[in-house]
């Protein structure tokens, strides 16, 4: 038996449980592992909440991203050793696995090798931010040196690593966030330039920044009514990237805006790069080498115990954070 986090209703943090089940064995292309940590993400938060990509299905379990030591192979599973240490990524539904627990199986397309010197707690908070960032901006936009990108929610652990991506090539990363609160820490991550949302104008800072010829590349998890302004602030064949729905609004299309600067606006998940080995690897040794490097750098915001994990969820819908939540486990 081990300790598993299940949720049996949809509602708010409150609806986590840590209950006691039996595991077993990993079936076939499956690997088992001793979690040592988690990585939270917001869309656990939106699975929980019932607002997430798909349907959650009652008794739920909960988890994309975590750290451990590989326990158990599964058949055909190839390329990894019991005792090896690994992280899990985002490659699979939550309604069939999930990480919130003790001991955890998983897809093995979902897994990959602790880059050498990382530990635990960072092992948890590495690739689902990397990788979303990296999709979009390097692989999808090639982003390059001089480009202007806007990254919406920038002190979310994505928002964080797509400063320190956009650093890495030598871009320009405009982060944005609704208040003056968090700009000494974003200018500190790297933002070359902060807008505070709610005391400037997003359009004429952008213009200002860029010499009158706007962003070519916006990052934007938030969507909603925003989505109008980010198309403003772009240039001439810009490229929108909307990953998320953090306003929880709809999202309108903003047509004028998309005709007058011949604008690309694209939805995109985390879920195009790790379900495709072939675009999969190269993302990993980018973000291995730029870890490497001392280019990416991990920002944990707060770790909790695995107990806590009611209140690191309240945590992290309080939006207090800067970087990435880490809930650890010991046994």
Not at 53 to 65: D, K, V
Not at 110 to 120: D, F, S
Not at 128 to 138: D, E, F, K, R, V
Not at 294 to 302: H, N, S, T, V
Request: glycine share 10%.
């Amino acid at each position: 038996m081990t300790r598993v986090v299940r949720f049996h209703q949809i509602g708010g943090p409150e609806v986590l449980q840590i209950e006691e089940l039996e595991v077993g064995a990993p079936g076939s292309g499956e690997l088992r592992i001793r979690v040592e940590a988690i990585g939270l993400n917001r869309a656990e938060a939106m699975f929980r909440s019932g607002v997430y990509l798909e349907p959650t299905h009652l008794p739920a379990r909960l988890g994309y991203e975590a750290s451990g030591i590989v326990e158990a192979l599964g058949s055909g599973v190839h390329g990894f050793e019991v005792g090896e240490a690994v992280s899990v990524i985002p490659a699979f539904s939550m309604n069939k696995f999930g990480v919130y627990a003790e001991q955890a199986i998983v897809p093995a397309t979902g897994v990959l090798k602790r880059p050498a010197g990382v530990g635990a707690v960072k092992g948890a908070a590495i690739w689902m931010q990397y990788l979303t960032a990296y999709g979009a901006l390097i692989e999808i936009a090639q982003l390059k040196r001089g480009d202007a990108v806007i990254i919406t929610a920038a002190s979310s652990s994505v928002g964080l690593a797509a400063i320190q991506i956009a650093n890495s090539v030598g871009a320009i990363p405009i982060a944005t966030t609704r208040t003056r609160a968090k700009e000494a820490a974003l200018r500190e991550a790297g933002a070359a330039h902060v807008i505070a949302t709610e005391e400037q104008d997003l359009v004429a800072e952008v213009m200002r920044i860029t010499d009158g010829r706007g962003a070519r590349i916006a990052f934007d998890p938030v969507a909603g009514p925003q989505v109008e302004t980010l198309a403003q602030a772009m240039s001439q064949q810009g490229l929108l990237f909307i990953y998320g729905n953090l306003s929880g609004q709809e999202t309108p299309f903003p047509a004028l805006a998309a005709m007058n600067k011949a604008l690309s606006v694209r939805g995109y998940t985390l879920f195009e790069l790790t379900g495709d080995p072939q675009r999969l690897a190269p993302a990993q040794a980018f973000i291995t080498r730029g870890l490497e490097a001392g280019q990416l750098k991990p920002i944990i915001a707060k770790t909790f115990p695995f107990e806590q994990i009611v209140e690191a969820h309240r945590y992290m819908e309080s939006n207090r954070q800067f970087g990435k939540i880490v809930v650890t486990v010991s046994r």
